[in-house]
């Protein structure tokens, strides 16, 4: 018997078969519409005749032959699937006729032989097919697999796979069944909404371009790259028909975020009388290329702080990033000087720091970056007094100028997802850095710095996550005592002061190595979210000369994102020396 190699039913084909049967058989019996008075089958080896007959429910028995219904009998058994061709034909019996449909079976089953991809593994589809070899073939069996195998490919593994032709598989003599896949590539890239941003700021985050088959894993991947650039609000990604064959258009909708910023400030110190004023501004979109410019301009009657960073992610086509950092600082603070004083004592001192910070990074697999630093700083105590004295009278003043230069190399994976430019949703970031002081940088201390920081980000509802940050450093060598580590602060313990002589207690925490852990519960209002409270706990050790001091705080606070001013965090901490402190900055804690 020779099997039909294509299985899409001919309906037309079947009905005209079936008339010409019907017609060749009434002069026999000589009725126009016979009764039925059989139904049976015929050509069946592997099926059983039950099966067949139990599809067969327009036809009935005792009836007239109606040719309407016996077609749709014959589509019946068709869609059991196990069949190549169904044809009828009708004897005479008694005084009507018996109905007989004549079925080609499909060969035995053997194998599924996949052609055509090329990135996605076929092997991969195979556990899909369920039927067992030594089966008759059943199409619609092998259609639901197929089916559940493309759907596997696109939900799981983010392929798009469809049949490349209508007729889309074959089956030999064998039972070999031959079906030619084809993975979609990607038509033409359409990015709307861009007003500011030049279109190549977008493109040359993306990986695949025109051409390339469509991996939706990788190109999800790529939307948090856009998102991590912090300049857009929110990304609609989509795909659409394209006019070219076996394609998709990719569609990138972008809403542009706010990435100016400015601060202007005067304050005045009611217990001294001093009065200072800040005015900063930074831009992360500079002339809609990506690239990041921000200056800072803090003075007060004893103190000056001017800080110019520029930072430009793509220098070239190989990813190489570049920053610069230039600053100069006036102020006053307080020092051991036990670099350069042989005596105990407190001493207040008036500083000048002056540097400059150049780096260059390239990004070396998928989401992790490699930078280097090198860092020129020149460092002038123009006087110092022991604390509690006056100034000119106490102690002679005299200039102690020096160089503390370095050299760091830094890696960093960011994983972060972000859902507008400045809520984390999930994801994770992980950041080592070591750096060099020494003499043969110029430099006139010679110490080493070891960091390792990671954050860990898990959204709970859409609008509350939770955020962790573990973080430590280890410092080594000879070094400046204003250098030493330091636990407190706006972004360490926060419900420590900023000024580590501050009192007993803020002295506690100086030392050569800390660990710190910050933990936050962040609630983003969902009617308005550029408002968002949190709950926070910090707690860090420090250690210094083998002694060891655990400290933390807790506390609540909230985040606003004001136009033009970006945001401000305000954060009330209680610590657990029964000190409370109101902490105000223009960024996030981590």
Same mark, same amino acid.
């Given at each position: 018997?020779?099997?039909?190699?294509?299985?899409?039913?001919?309906?037309?084909?079947?009905?005209?078969?079936?008339?010409? +049967?019907?017609?060749?058989?009434?002069?026999?019996?000589?009725?126009?519409?016979?009764?039925?008075? +059989?139904?049976?089958?015929?050509?069946?080896? $592997?099926?059983?005749?039950?099966?067949?007959? =139990?599809?067969?429910?327009?036809?009935?028995?005792?009836?007239?032959?109606?040719?309407?219904? %016996? !077609? $749709?009998?014959?589509?019946?058994?068709?869609?059991?699937?196990?069949?190549?061709?169904?044809?009828?034909?009708?004897?005479?019996?008694?005084?009507?006729?018996?109905?007989?449909?004549?079925?080609?079976?499909?060969?035995?089953?053997?194998?599924?032989?996949?052609?055509?991809?090329?990135?996605?593994?076929?092997?991969?589809?195979?556990?899909?097919?369920?039927?067992?070899?030594?089966?008759?073939?059943?199409?619609?069996?092998?259609?639901?697999?197929?089916?559940?195998?493309?759907?596997?490919?696109?939900?799981?593994?983010?392929?798009?796979i469809e049949p490349k032709a209508t007729n889309n598989f074959r089956i030999t003599e064998d039972g070999i069944v031959e079906i030619e896949l084809v993975e979609?590539?990607? =038509?033409?890239?359409?990015?709307?909404?861009?007003?500011?941003?030049?279109?190549?700021?977008?493109?040359?985050?993306?990986?695949?371009?025109?051409? &390339?088959?469509?991996?939706?894993?990788?190109?999800?991947?790529?939307?948090?790259?856009?998102?991590?650039?912090?300049?857009?609000?929110?990304?609609?990604?989509?795909?659409?028909?394209?006019?070219?064959?076996?394609?998709?258009?990719?569609?990138?909708?972008?809403?542009?975020?706010?990435?100016?910023?400015?601060?202007?400030?005067?304050?005045?110190?009611?217990?001294? /009388?001093?009065?200072?004023?800040?005015?900063?501004?930074?831009?992360?979109?500079?002339?809609?290329?990506?690239?990041?410019?921000?200056? &800072?301009?803090?003075?007060?009657?004893?103190?000056?702080?001017?800080?110019?960073?520029?930072?430009?992610?793509?220098?070239?086509? *190989?990813?190489? @990033?570049?920053?610069?950092?230039?600053?100069?600082?006036?102020?006053?603070?307080?020092?051991?000087?036990?670099?350069?004083?042989? !005596?105990?004592?407190?001493?207040?001192?008036?500083?000048?720091?002056?540097?400059?910070?150049?780096?260059?990074?390239?990004?070396?697999?998928?989401?992790?970056?490699?930078? %280097?630093?090198?860092?020129?700083?020149?460092?002038?105590?123009?006087?110092?007094? +022991?604390?509690?004295?006056?100034?000119?009278?106490?102690?002679?003043?005299? $200039?102690?100028?020096?160089?503390?230069?370095?050299?760091?190399?830094?890696?960093?994976?960011?994983?972060?997802?972000?859902? =507008?430019?400045?809520? %984390?949703?999930?994801?994770? !970031?992980?950041?080592?850095?070591?750096?060099?002081? /020494?003499?043969?940088?110029?430099?006139?201390?010679?110490?080493?710095?070891?960091?390792?920081?990671?954050?860990?980000?898990?959204? +709970?509802?859409? *609008?509350?996550?939770?955020?962790?940050?573990?973080?430590?450093?280890?410092?080594?060598?000879?070094?400046?005592?204003?250098?030493?580590?330091?636990?407190?602060?706006?972004?360490?313990?926060?419900?420590?002061?900023?000024?580590?002589?501050?009192?007993?207690?803020?002295?506690?925490?100086? /030392?050569?190595?800390?660990?710190?852990?910050?933990?936050?519960?962040?609630?983003?209002?969902?009617?308005?979210?550029?408002?968002?409270?949190?709950?926070?706990?910090?707690?860090? !050790?420090?250690? *210094?000369?083998?002694?060891?001091?655990?400290?933390?705080?807790? =506390?609540?606070?909230?985040?606003?994102?004001?136009?033009?001013?970006?945001?401000?965090?305000?954060?009330?901490?209680?610590?657990?020396?029964? &000190? @409370?402190?109101?902490?105000? @900055?223009?960024?996030?804690?981590?």
């Amino acid at each position: 018997m020779k099997f039909l190699q294509r299985f899409k039913f001919n309906l037309l084909a079947v009905t005209v078969v079936f008339f010409v +049967l019907l017609i060749s058989s009434f002069p026999v019996i000589g009725e126009v519409n016979p009764d039925v008075l +059989l139904i049976d089958v015929e050509g069946n080896q $592997q099926i059983p005749d039950e099966k067949i007959l =139990g599809v067969i429910s327009n036809t009935k028995v005792g009836q007239p032959l109606n040719p309407q219904l %016996v !077609q $749709q009998d014959m589509q019946a058994i068709m869609a059991l699937g196990f069949f190549a061709d169904i044809q009828v034909k009708t004897d005479k019996f008694f005084d009507g006729i018996k109905l007989v449909f004549v079925v080609i079976e499909n060969p035995r089953f053997q194998e599924v032989r996949i052609k055509g991809l090329t990135k996605f593994n076929p092997d991969e589809l195979k556990p899909f097919f369920t039927q067992k070899p030594g089966e008759v073939f059943n199409v619609v069996t092998f259609r639901n697999d197929l089916s559940k195998a493309l759907k596997y490919c696109q939900e799981e593994k983010g392929f798009f796979i469809e049949p490349k032709a209508t007729n889309n598989f074959r089956i030999t003599e064998d039972g070999i069944v031959e079906i030619e896949l084809v993975e979609l590539v990607i =038509g033409k890239i359409k990015i709307t909404g861009l007003e500011k941003t030049k279109e190549f700021v977008v493109l040359r985050e993306l990986t695949l371009k025109e051409g &390339d088959v469509i991996d939706y894993n990788q190109l999800r991947e790529e939307y948090w790259n856009i998102m991590r650039l912090r300049l857009f609000e929110t990304i609609d990604l989509k795909f659409e028909k394209s006019s070219i064959p076996n394609a998709l258009d990719l569609v990138l909708s972008l809403k542009e975020a706010r990435t100016g910023s400015g601060s202007l400030g005067i304050s005045f110190a009611e217990s001294t /009388g001093e009065v200072g004023g800040l005015l900063g501004f930074k831009e992360s979109n500079l002339m809609g290329l990506g690239q990041e410019l921000s200056l &800072d301009i803090n003075l007060s009657e004893n103190s000056k702080n001017i800080r110019f960073s520029f930072y430009e992610p793509w220098l070239d086509d *190989n990813r190489t @990033s570049f920053g610069l950092s230039m600053w100069n600082s006036d102020s006053s603070m307080t020092s051991t000087m036990k670099s350069w004083l042989n !005596q105990d004592g407190m001493y207040e001192i008036d500083l000048t720091r002056t540097g400059l910070s150049l780096s260059f990074g390239r990004m070396f697999w998928k989401d992790t970056a490699a930078r %280097v630093r090198f860092r020129f700083e020149e460092n002038i105590i123009h006087n110092y007094w +022991l604390d509690g004295t006056d100034k000119p009278e106490h102690n002679k003043p005299e $200039q102690i100028d020096f160089w503390n230069n370095s050299a760091g190399i830094e890696i960093d994976r960011n994983k972060l997802k972000r859902e =507008g430019r400045n809520f %984390v949703v999930g994801g994770y !970031q992980l950041t080592g850095s070591y750096t060099v002081f /020494g003499e043969y940088l110029g430099g006139d201390y010679n110490y080493n710095e070891l960091m390792l920081e990671g954050k860990w980000f898990h959204s +709970l509802t859409p *609008n509350l996550v939770i955020g962790t940050r573990l973080r430590g450093e280890y410092l080594t060598g000879d070094y400046p005592d204003y250098e030493e580590l330091y636990l407190g602060g706006m972004y360490k313990l926060r419900g420590y002061d900023e000024r580590r002589f501050d009192d007993e207690n803020t002295r506690k925490l100086i /030392g050569s190595s800390y660990l710190l852990s910050n933990t936050e519960l962040r609630y983003r209002l969902p009617s308005n979210k550029n408002l968002e409270f949190v709950l926070f706990y910090d707690v860090g !050790q420090i250690n *210094n000369s083998g002694d060891s001091l655990v400290r933390s705080d807790y =506390g609540v606070g909230f985040r606003i994102d004001i136009p033009f001013f970006g945001l401000i965090r305000v954060d009330n901490a209680w610590n657990e020396d029964g &000190d @409370s402190r109101l902490v105000i @900055s223009m960024s996030e804690m981590f």
